[in-house]
């Protein structure tokens, strides 16, 4: 038999907080819902980055992935990996940080699970790369989520190429001196600004009568991506042009395909106290590297700006603070150059909230066909789960916010409330609402932006951007500024430059209104 034996009180009581600990442990884990995650054991190195765990409904025959049109069709967990060796395997809590909720608000159904491990933190921006691993995809029938085995998913294969991999090959394949060009340049202000080498990265692109014509001076024309794009894509746009240019679609021009894609978003040729000097490094560095190199008009009326979505923001902001440089700017598409109107809430409202209007409802932040498809919450609580950084609205935060406390962006809104920071919204009213820095300065330099911007978007476009344009365009009116907007009837973001089955066209308008001002006698027609 035992002997019963005397136990000092502090022993009991540490034996009962031990004991509730283990209770209130089984009792979260009885309540959440884990997924087991496995780096295959064929694997030669540990695998680091942030694991995502994407559930939707359906069978397990295709990948899953979300869907911005469809928000919340996608269900997704997240969860930071270190040093994770291969063989071994790691508990994920599907309900610690997860979009639209908890996965435990799952009803019971037949879902497929997938799992992928974003090892560049790049998924807020451009989704899935071949260098990331990822599980198959895996069935889960009759799947009551919280209960039953946790679902095994392995870390074994790399998503598959994109089409866009095998345009960029095809895009490749007619590269030649004489047509194209990559050009990396060091820049000596940001590497200073970063303390490491930084490099401006483009594509010149050159009309097919170059090398024939070995005296000619050509107008030239800095472009830019919008979100998500990069070097790869700057290459296939000026590939395209190139081809219009042979087939006598456009006027024979220079075209530097700019790239401005960073691991925090786009920096959009900016100057920035997060991202550093690019509008500087661009007008001071490249601009004269690039002159010497090919036969550029370098001069005013020679250089012309054009740019979609964030780049058409990028193009739009380089004509306003750098009006005797570029002479002019044909910005399609561009994000918000009035924050009166940040796709849709008024930044300076009193108490501004960028997930409710005054009434309550939520601000959309996606529309097609009438339709709203996706708010501004759905974007930024979706954004906040795949990653800290790269993503639409923290690049915002990246390329116009102060820097906090921390040494990160300070955020213009709080992501779980949606309420806006009055003294970030300041800072940024100063140096990047173009509306207000062209009211400002337009004593001294309006006479440099008069007849320069040039704007084009379409009434139905998919993130409300029009709004904002008609905003702007109002202050340029009323200061005199001979504004050049244009709004195309029902066309989208992503439908502005077509015209019939032709969805480059508007690249033929906007280039000959380019030439016309470079040329005045020399009239380009088709």
């Not at 980055?49 to 269900?75: C, N, Q, Y």
């Not at 060091?186 to 490099?199: K, N």
């Not at 500024?481 to 029902?490: C, K, V």
Request: proline residues 8%.
């Amino acid at each position: 038999m035992w002997k019963k034996r005397n136990v000092p009180p502090l022993v009991l009581m540490a034996l009962a907080i031990m004991a509730g600990r283990s209770l209130q442990s089984q009792d979260a884990k009885s309540s959440h819902v884990f997924f087991r995650v496995q780096a295959a054991p064929s694997l030669q190195t540990p695998l680091n980055g942030r694991l995502l765990i994407f559930v939707a409904r359906g069978s397990g025959d295709k990948a899953v992935d979300i869907d911005m049109l469809h928000p919340e069709a996608t269900w997704v967990a997240a969860q930071e990996v270190r040093d994770l060796a291969p063989g071994e395997s790691i508990e994920v809590d599907a309900d610690e940080a997860a979009f639209p909720k908890p996965f435990l608000n799952l009803p019971p159904g037949d879902y497929e699970a997938q799992a992928v491990l974003d090892i560049g933190h790049r998924y807020p921006y451009d989704g899935r790369h071949p260098s990331d691993w990822t599980s198959g995809v895996s069935s889960l029938e009759h799947w009551k989520p919280g209960s039953g085995a946790e679902p095994l998913l392995v870390l074994d294969g790399h998503p598959p190429a994109t089409p866009q991999s095998a345009m960029t090959e095809k895009a490749m394949t007619k590269v030649r001196p004489d047509v194209a060009q990559k050009e990396e340049f060091v820049s000596p202000l940001l590497s200073r600004f970063w303390g490491h080498a930084v490099t401006i990265r483009a594509w010149v692109i050159l009309p097919p009568d170059y090398s024939a014509q070995a005296r000619e001076r050509y107008p030239t024309v800095f472009w830019t991506h919008g979100f998500g794009g990069d070097l790869d894509g700057c290459l296939r746009s000026g590939m395209t042009i190139r081809e219009r240019m042979e087939k006598g679609k456009m006027p024979p021009m220079i075209w530097v395909m700019l790239d401005e894609s960073l691991p925090e978003g786009t920096h959009e040729f900016a100057d920035s106290v997060n991202n550093g000097p690019w509008g500087a490094a661009l007008t001071t560095e490249f601009l004269p590297y690039v002159e010497h190199r090919y036969r550029m008009d370098a001069r005013r009326d020679g250089r012309f700006l054009n740019g979609h979505s964030s780049g058409g923001w990028a193009t739009l902001q380089l004509e306003v603070n750098y009006p005797r440089i570029f002479g002019g700017t044909w910005s399609t598409s561009p994000d918000s150059s009035d924050f009166h109107d940040f796709t849709g809430p008024d930044l300076y409202a009193a108490d501004a909230n960028e997930y409710r209007k005054p009434d309550g409802t939520p601000w959309p932040i996606i529309r097609d066909g009438g339709k709203v498809l996706a708010t501004m919450e759905q974007l930024a609580k979706l954004e906040a789960v795949l990653g800290p950084y790269g993503g639409q609205l923290s690049s915002f935060d990246w390329v116009f916010s102060p820097k906090s406390d921390s040494g990160a962006p300070e955020p213009m809104f709080d992501r779980q409330t949606g309420v806006v920071n009055p003294k970030v919204v300041a800072y940024w009213r100063e140096h990047y609402d173009l509306a207000q820095i062209v009211e400002t300065n337009w004593k001294t330099r309006g006479a440099d932006w008069k007849g320069r911007l040039h704007l084009l978007v379409g009434t139905a476009d998919t993130f409300y951007l029009d709004g904002a344009a008609h905003k702007f365009e109002a202050v340029l009116s009323r200061l005199g500024a001979e504004p050049r907007f244009s709004y195309l009837p029902g066309k989208t973001h992503f439908d502005l430059y077509a015209v019939g089955d032709d969805r480059e066209a508007l690249l033929d308008r906007i280039s000959a209104e380019m030439y016309a001002v470079a040329r005045p006698r020399n009239q380009w027609k088709a």
